[in-house]
């Protein structure tokens, strides 16, 4: 059929050629056009379920709230995994889908068990809430906003009512997130003595300052034949009406707001602060919606926020440059489409050094971007974003989609420089001979192609983030070979028919190049093959010795990647105040600042009000902006580190973005090494934890220990005394709602200020709301007039957990920590052999290590497994084009020379094994198969056309050693960008991979050219 496709080709050659000039322009339209991102969407379908809880504790919230909404969506279909976080008033549950699972109808599923578990909550707690939908790597854009004039409140208040709006409306935005300065809220603050001497309690002030600010409709009268609308206009609209509200009519005069407190704008309290290169700034967290193009997103907000400071304030200053993602995809992209570019011209070079002749060089050359815009139409159709991924699938099989073209214009001009030289021209038409050496061809490229592509199907069986991350890889590796492969049976065919003849006509010996190589050959190959064990005997030893020597192998699951940001996470102790954490957080920001290295700093401290965390006020997130310097890299980190020491009670840990988020979403921590311990009791959990944490302290090469801060910190708990409560006639809830006003305050009701909509709040005055002591004489309602808290329920200094974490039902604490200057799979080994001889657990506690080898395990495992299947189609493919198991057994000998070469590179590149190295070698299965079915197939012609064996192997070989030096150098050549450029930004997966397949092409194509040879004047005799 293939054969047949040549004919057609050839006899439809403006057909073919108006094709691929179609391909090329609209390949080249679409890779202008098409969505671009820094990696393949990496997201797990997870709904966020966000439940507010005022005024409980975090085990309040835990039992009343968070356990029984996890017990309604851990029973639905399609979950593999509940994470939760409860905190001071609020619950956050993330259920993750398998993957795959459309995450719209995941939130289907979600929100029906919501509908169920939302009628079981504690009254005042508020409906569960999904958070919006948005992606792994959603958080594209920090932006901080600052003012040396206007106040906190105002500043926040243009934040909330006029940045926000602008850029939520936005299309491709999905979230925005502010952080820090101050929410601004009318405020009815009670001075507590004042409540006592008129007899009051703060519930009736809450309630008549709520009534006071009502709004309402009078319906409509008839006046001259129309109907005239009646608006009842109560609202409350100053601070003045606000303090001369009545909250009780009595004898001698009313008691307004005024008599019992005082009515003022002030600050709602503080969940988080944020701030700028050190300096108080509000950041905001910009958030996009699943494929939307984060490049051409991050544009359209860059001209909304221009356009913003044309009518802001002149004082509002934004500062951009704090965390863009954009940047490191421009940049990204740029260096894997420079590899990409080089690449290419590096194999254009070989095909001019070998082939000299333009014409020969055009035709060959021309199936790169035919190949490319193919494969950008294929990824187009199927739906997948131009990425880093993509784009060095692409580039490591630039080299490759030159093979077929390459072997077929060599044959063909070979046949054509014959007929010229031998005078058959007169006999034999060129289409006939161009037709005739194309097809001699067709089988060994055919079944090469679907060597290589079957080399390829384990990454489509991985699973999990690395499966997101690679596939896409191996997707494009594979459309890329197939469109070389129809380019090679089409497009060539047509242009060599075009263009060779007359060249043939006047060149009849083989290109210089091609000579030279043969001159230096052929000794060396009569050498191997006069005493043919020597080469396939030191072959064997190196395989030996390589596959030996692999338990030597670090492992790690992906390299770092160069994202010119860090993330810091600086946690002090539970229970600190946030303006202690706050300043603690200034602190560390001065210390990154005074690095050269440093270009700005962005710091989130405790938690925003809309945020999916639940982070504590004791935590900072610090963003840190950086150019490498003189010292390098890890020279920096360690200098960071060391000057970090200096921060008192802090557990500082250093991560990058992208890696932050991996780590996030494989084990729920941030960092690459989650060790979680389940159990039920807190304070145990605490005290193994900390047990862990000193047996494996001292592990060379592990960095960022810490463990979680969940912890017991003080409390003031206030327990009802029921039997006074029936005394007084009070009921709890009465209680409750006291406490909560007077602490927490009540929202009561909304004042609005044109479209702004602020809270109308009561509460204690500040100067009382911080005293204990004070909660004693709070005066409660009951039927016998208000009577003191202290009275109805005694008040006591206690401790309790500041945060209760849980994963699919059970408690749990995490011991977390980095990795430097080791691969995090040896790490890992002896971490777990150190927990095993020193630390005896408890019944019904156990011990998870979860992180990035977790991921590496099973992509390594997966691979292995697959690539044995893979292995035994490629050997009955083998069987299939040569009929023989011996001529299979023989090409397959391929296989091993490539993993030589393949395995020292790892060792020579730092000798760790990343999945993507593992990918390469796995690579070389297909690249080193394709040079031994050219030189078996050669062979098998040979003898069958009378040649003694001897003589056809030495003949075949030299016939073969233009196409396969050829096919080497393009493949080879085309992937030194990438392996020369592992410390570029995009680089970070493709270079270690690229390096692989470089190291085993290199033996791989020197022991073929003898020990393949050798093996056939050995074994060879009854192949045919």
Known sequence: MLANLIDWSVGNRVVVLAAAGLLLVGGGYLALTMPVDVFPDLTAPTVTVLTEAHGLAPEEVERLVTFPIETTVMGATGVRRVRSSSAMGISIIWVEFEWGTDIYKARQIVGEKLQH??????EGTGPPAMGPITSIMGEILL???RSEVLDAMELRAIVDWTVRRRLMSIPGVAQVIPLG?????????????????????????????????????????????????????????????????????????AVLVRHVGRAVLAPAPRLGAGSVNGEPAIVLSILKQPGADTVELTRRIDRELDLMLE???????????????????????????????????????????????????????????????????????????????TLGGMAIAIGALVDDAVIGVENISKRLRQRSADGSAARTSSTETVITAAKEVVVPIVYATFVVIVVFLPLFFLSGVEGRLLRPLGV?????????????LTVTPVLCLMLLPQAARRKTGEPLMVRLCQRAYRPALAAALRRPMVPVGAAIICF?????STPLLGRTFLPEFNEGTLVINAV?????????????????????????????????????????????????????????????????????????????????????????????????????????????????????????????????GLVDLQVEQQSFVPQLQVEVNRAALALHGARVKEVLEEVEAAVGGRVVGQIREGDRVFDLVVRLAPEYRNQPGVLQNIPIRTDRGPVPLGQLASIREERGPNLVNRENGQRKIVVSANVAGRDVGSVVDEIERRIAASIELPADYFVQIGGQFESQRNAARTISTTSLLGFAGIALLLFMAFGSWRATALVMLSIPLALIGGLATVFATGGVLSVASLVGLVTLFGIATRNGILLVARYRDLVKSGTPLPDAVFRGSLDRLAPILMTALTTGLALIPLALGAAEAGNEIQSPLAQVVLGGLLTSTLLSLFVLPAAYRLWGQRTT
Do not use: C
């Not at 709520?210 to 409509?220: H, M, P």
């Not at 000057?643 to 991996?662: A, C, E, K, Y």
């Not at 729920?668 to 047990?691: H, W």
């Open 117 to 122: 578990a939302a009628a079981g909550l504690p």
């Open 143 to 145: 932006l901080g906003i």
């Open 181 to 253: 300065g101050e929410v601004k809220q009318y405020q009815v603050q009670v001075d507590p003595r004042m409540l006592r001497s008129y007899g009051l309690s703060l519930e009736e002030v809450a309630e008549a300052v709520g009534e006071a600010s009502d709004a309402g409709s009078g319906s409509f009268l008839i006046h001259r034949s129309q109907e005239v609308p009646v608006r009842i206009l109560g609202r409350v609209g100053s601070l003045e009406d606000l303090a001369n509200s009545v909250i009780r009519r009595r004898e001698g005069g």
């Open 311 to 389: 009518s802001l304030p002149g004082t509002v200053i934004f500062e951009r440059d704090i965390f863009r993602q954009a940047d490191f995809i421009e940049v990204a992209i740029a260096n894997v489409n420079a590899a990409l570019r080089d690449g290419g011209l590096l194999a254009v070079v070989v095909l001019v050094v070998f082939l000299m002749s333009w014409r020969t060089t055009l035709v060959s050359a021309l199936a790169i971007p035919l190949s490319l815009l193919g494969t950008v139409i294929g990824l187009w159709a199927a739906g997948i974003s131009i990425n880093t991924m």
């Open 476 to 488: 494009v590796y594979v459309m890329a070979i197939l469109m070389s492969l129809l380019v090679s």
């Open 544 to 548: 030996m010795l390589a596959i030996g």
């Open 572 to 700: 002090t102790l539970p229970g600190a105040s946030l303006e202690q954490a706050d300043i603690i957080g200034t602190m560390i920001e001065r210390i990154a600042l005074a690095h050269p290295e440093v270009v700005s700093t962005s710091r989130r401290t405790g938690r925003a009000e809309m945020s999916e965390h639940a982070q504590g006020s004791n935590e900072s997130e610090i963003d840190v902006v950086y150019r490498v310097g003189e010292r390098g890299r890890e020279g920096f980190l360690e200098a960071l580190r060391t000057d970090f020491l200096l921060v008192p009670g802090t557990n500082i840990s250093i991560g990058q973005p992208i890696g932050h988020r991996i780590d996030h979403m494989i084990s729920g921590t941030r960092a690459a090494i989650a060790i979680k311990l389940f159990g039920t009791d807190m304070q145990q959990l605490r005290q193994i934890a900390e047990e862990i944490r000193d047996a494996i302290e001292s592990t060379v």
